[in-house]
């Protein structure tokens, strides 16, 4: 007979404020202390009540579900890494796969878009809209990142021909701040490269969107180059902007046009 009542008081879900609304239904406090037990609560002859301690206890159950899903959400960062090798000889990492990252991501995200739609998130309302928050601006910063890498990957050969530093001046010193952040990230990153932890560098999101503006205006003025020694040269049409930069960055030495002359030149394959 006494099972109801120790099932429903006894619901790991309750929480002060539950305990504060049934308080209030029985017009006295039941809220557990020390010496509480089993026998003084059912001196209290709450059968009358029941029911509606049933609904708080059932809210109690789900909003304690919504707890430990959102506990475990930020646990399981935990063991997860960014996995990062080192890049030539240039002294800088970069980073490898973050598929297993992404997954999470996308998970969460949706896990707790879901959640914030639940009729009893409203005790962790705020706590669940900082969680979303933060997960969006990580997916933010992963996206701007591996642009990022991207570029600096494909213009880090190129800026570091003395000749092509000399020929876009302007272009190299944008490609020289770049770089600068690139490595200061990545240093960061390698020393703790917990998702959770590298990824709260104080401004790493703006720095990275700094960092691909800077790219694409390079990026422009490097096209707007290889224009210019085509329409100069028009036979340099036939060659890809990579076969280009390969002969634009070793001036000095001509051998290094050699293994294009037969796209330039139709019947010569070198010259002696």
């Keep these: 007979e006494h099972f109801p ?27 557990p202390d020390s010496g509480t037990s089993l026998r003084k609560m059912l001196k209290h002859n709450l ?25 475990k959400m930020v646990d399981d ?14 002294g800088v990492s970069i980073l490898t796969s973050v598929d297993d990252i992404q997954t999470n991501l996308d998970d969460q995200i949706v896990k707790t878009q879901t959640m914030r739609g639940s009729p009893f998130i409203k005790p962790f309302e705020e706590q669940i809209k900082i969680w979303e928050e933060k997960l969006l601006r990580l997916q933010d910063i992963i996206d ?35 770089d600068k952040t690139w490595k ?20 790493l999101l703006e720095k990275l969107r700094g960092a691909n ?21 028009p036979r340099f049409f036939f060659l890809s902007n990579d076969e280009m930069l390969e002969i634009l960055a ?12 037969k796209k330039c030149f139709e019947g010569i394959a070198k010259l002696e």
């Design 144 to 178: 701007e990142w591996l642009k990022v890498q991207a570029q600096w990957l494909y213009l880090e050969p190129i800026f570091s021909s003395e000749d092509i530093m000399q020929q876009m001046p302007e272009e190299g010193k944008l490609f020289l701040q770049v």
């Design 213 to 233: 503006d800077m790219l694409d205006k390079i990026m422009k003025g490097l096209n707007a180059y290889l224009e210019k020694k085509r329409l100069f040269f």
């Design 47 to 71: 059968g009358p009540f029941l029911e509606q301690f049933e609904s708080i206890s059932g809210g109690a159950s789900k909003e304690y579900s919504l707890e430990k899903v959102m506990q």
């Design 250 to 261: 070793e001036t000095k030495d001509p051998t290094r046009v050699q293994p294009h002359l």
């Design 5 to 31: 009542v120790v099932q429903i008081l006894c619901n790991p879900g309750l929480r002060q404020r539950h305990w504060d609304k049934m308080s209030e239904i029985v017009g006295f406090t039941i809220t």
């Design 77 to 90: 960062w935990d063991p997860i890494s960014f996995n990062t090798i080192p890049y030539r000889e240039t």
């Design 184 to 203: 200061d990230v990545m240093k960061n990153t390698v020393r703790d490269p917990k998702v959770l932890v590298a990824s709260t560098l104080p401004g």
